[in-house]
């Protein structure tokens, strides 16, 4: 038993061009509402936060769908098709929106007012109160894109154990997140070469054209490379070999989680919760702390955590086989949460350079808990329930992510931005031990080796 990287890496680009776009659209999207339409930290927030509503009730939809569509290209590969050509095409769209309600304020003198945020911001904000339309039509067109975004993200991350046989699921995820990973740094990069942190009032229609040739990119190796059927059917075939899976149920025939199981899984989705809530409250919004708080550059800043991650993946697969998921995930939110807590003292007159130590901490530490939580959820399932299991985990998360943009924005409002940002995010992924610690079940379950050699367990 062993795993075939090159397949796994292929199967990764669904979840490369998706990272690309949310890496893309959690940098530029909050700049736009602050900086251009002037939206305060909560109204912000709460417009960050409707992927993530919108999520909670479409992703568990798609991902059963999916499970039970059966065409020429697999149940997965037409939804990564047809959702990947949408959300490109009005993401693009999304910019010229943007572009007409930014010559509004270059056209009023804002830029030029002062050198204080607020009340750039503010000016800003009478300007969209005057004439709302462009908030509008923003709006409108961004519910489109993530709708889009919406229904093909379960069904690509449901890919990987679709093909991937249970123990070795850890380690495929591992692989998986670094190819993720990948799309992210990449944009990050680009962010970095268009100046996207540099420049508040700066057209991004150039800077999204070259995300999306990302994105196509990592479409068409996928179309061409991936043969989902053949690969789904190889996976059951080997399950069945080794003793992993019954045969399939009959028609209608359901699997159940006995009573531990349940607990467990409901505990495994609290702490999927605590963490995302914790983790995306920094995410979602430190393009704005970075900039008009620290005057940090936040472009590479999420590189060097991005780096770190990605040298962290492929170790945390093999420890988590070793000593376990749950084990390997409090460690993981242990080293998030004290990243999280170091960020407190942080402060504008504190050189730029000591934030790299701490974003790399906070690297290592969300790849150590993201390659094995996803395994945990998936393990529960059956071969058929892999996309509804799928769903699950994306409630819990984005129903976490609705939360955290608008409790942390609020409380950025209430108390100063400056001193909720990072004690926030340390409280909710400190609580996710809690739940974690408690968790009975999810680990793979352990195949005998046959030989010295098989203990690799990976090949090209």
Same mark, same amino acid.
């Given at each position: 038993?062993?795993?075939?990287?090159?397949?796994?890496?292929?199967?990764?680009?669904?979840?490369?061009?998706?990272?690309?776009?949310?890496?893309?659209?959690?940098?530029?999207?909050? &700049?736009?509402?602050?900086?251009?339409?002037?939206?305060?930290?909560?109204?912000?927030?709460?417009?960050?936060?409707?992927?993530?509503? $919108?999520?909670?009730?479409?992703?568990?939809?798609?991902?059963?769908?999916?499970? /039970?569509?059966?065409?020429?290209?697999?149940?997965?590969?037409?939804?990564?098709?047809?959702?990947?050509?949408?959300?490109?095409?009005?993401?693009?769209?999304?910019?010229?929106?943007?572009?007409? #309600?930014?010559?509004?304020?270059?056209?009023?003198?804002?830029?030029?007012?002062?050198?204080?945020?607020?009340?750039?911001?503010?000016?800003?904000?009478?300007? =969209?109160?005057?004439?709302?339309?462009?908030?509008?039509?923003?709006?409108? =067109?961004?519910?489109?894109?993530?709708?889009?975004?919406? %229904?093909?993200?379960?069904?690509?991350?449901?890919?990987?154990?679709?093909?991937?046989? /249970?123990?070795?699921?850890?380690?495929?995820?591992?692989?998986?997140?670094? =190819?993720? =990973?990948?799309?992210?740094? $990449?944009?990050?990069?680009?962010?970095?070469?268009?100046?996207? *942190?540099?420049?508040?009032?700066? #057209?991004?229609?150039?800077?999204?054209?070259?995300?999306?040739?990302?994105?196509?990119?990592? &479409?068409?190796?996928?179309?061409?490379?991936?043969?989902?059927?053949?690969?789904?059917?190889?996976?059951?075939?080997?399950?069945?070999?080794?003793?992993?899976?019954?045969?399939?149920?009959?028609?209608?025939?359901?699997?159940?989680? *006995?009573?531990?199981?349940?607990?467990?899984?409901?505990?495994?989705?609290?702490?999927?919760?605590?963490?995302?809530?914790?983790?995306?409250?920094?995410? *979602?919004?430190?393009?704005?702390?970075?900039?008009?708080?620290?005057?940090? +550059?936040?472009?590479?800043?999420?590189?060097?955590?991005?780096?770190?991650?990605?040298?962290?993946?492929?170790?945390?697969?093999?420890?988590?086989?070793?000593?376990?998921?749950?084990?390997?995930?409090?460690?993981?939110?242990?080293?998030?949460?004290?990243?999280?807590?170091?960020?407190?003292?942080?402060?504008?007159?504190?050189?730029?350079?000591?934030?790299?130590?701490?974003?790399? &901490?906070?690297?290592?530490?969300?790849? %150590?808990?993201?390659?094995?939580?996803?395994?945990?959820?998936?393990?529960?399932?059956?071969?058929?329930?892999?996309?509804?299991?799928?769903?699950?985990?994306?409630?819990? *998360?984005?129903?976490?992510?609705?939360?955290?943009?608008?409790?942390?924005?609020?409380?950025?409002?209430?108390?100063?931005?400056?001193?909720?940002?990072?004690?926030?995010?340390?409280?909710?992924?400190?609580?996710?031990?809690?739940?974690?610690?408690?968790?009975?079940?999810?680990?793979?379950?352990?195949?005998? /080796?046959?030989?010295?050699?098989?203990?690799? +367990?990976?090949?090209?």
């Amino acid at each position: 038993m062993k795993l075939n990287t090159k397949r796994t890496v292929l199967v990764g680009m669904a979840f490369f061009l998706i990272s690309a776009f949310w890496q893309a659209y959690d940098a530029i999207v909050p &700049l736009i509402l602050t900086n251009h339409f002037g939206l305060p930290q909560t109204a912000s927030g709460a417009v960050m936060s409707i992927d993530n509503v $919108l999520a909670v009730f479409l992703l568990p939809i798609f991902g059963a769908i999916s499970d /039970k569509v059966q065409t020429r290209r697999g149940r997965r590969t037409p939804f990564i098709l047809v959702g990947s050509i949408v959300a490109i095409a009005t993401f693009i769209a999304l910019t010229f929106i943007d572009n007409y #309600q930014l010559a509004r304020v270059v056209n009023a003198g804002i830029p030029t007012l002062s050198e204080d945020a607020e009340l750039l911001r503010k000016a800003a904000l009478e300007l =969209t109160i005057a004439n709302p339309l462009p908030l509008i039509g923003f709006i409108a =067109t961004l519910l489109v894109v993530l709708v889009a975004m919406a %229904t093909f993200r379960s069904p690509a991350v449901a890919l990987m154990p679709d093909v991937t046989v /249970k123990p070795l699921r850890s380690k495929a995820n591992a692989i998986i997140n670094l =190819t993720g =990973t990948a799309g992210g740094i $990449l944009v990050l990069v680009l962010g970095m070469v268009f100046a996207t *942190s540099k420049n508040h009032y700066m #057209q991004y229609t150039p800077y999204v054209i070259a995300v999306t040739a990302i994105m196509l990119t990592g &479409l068409v190796i996928f179309l061409v490379s991936v043969k989902e059927v053949k690969w789904a059917r190889e996976m059951e075939e080997e399950s069945l070999r080794l003793g992993l899976e019954d045969a399939a149920p009959e028609e209608g025939e359901k699997r159940k989680l *006995s009573r531990a199981e349940r607990r467990s899984l409901l505990l495994i989705l609290a702490s999927v919760a605590l963490w995302f809530i914790g983790y995306n409250s920094i995410t *979602s919004k430190y393009s704005v702390y970075a900039t008009n708080i620290l005057g940090f +550059d936040f472009n590479l800043t999420l590189i060097i955590a991005q780096a770190a991650a990605i040298v962290s993946y492929i170790p945390v697969g093999i420890v988590s086989s070793k000593i376990g998921r749950k084990k390997t995930i409090l460690g993981g939110v242990v080293i998030l949460a004290s990243a999280f807590f170091i960020g407190n003292f942080i402060t504008s007159s504190t050189p730029e350079l000591i934030m790299y130590p701490v974003f790399i &901490l906070a690297g290592i530490g969300w790849a %150590t808990i993201n390659v094995n939580s996803f395994p945990m959820v998936v393990e529960l399932a059956r071969g058929g329930d892999v996309g509804k299991y799928t769903g699950y985990y994306y409630t819990a *998360s984005m129903a976490a992510q609705i939360i955290a943009p608008i409790l942390s924005g609020f409380l950025y409002d209430l108390f100063g931005m400056r001193y909720v940002f990072f004690a926030f995010g340390t409280a909710f992924v400190a609580l996710a031990f809690v739940t974690m610690f408690f968790v009975k079940h999810g680990d793979a379950k352990p195949i005998k /080796k046959e030989s010295v050699l098989e203990n690799l +367990d990976v090949e090209d």
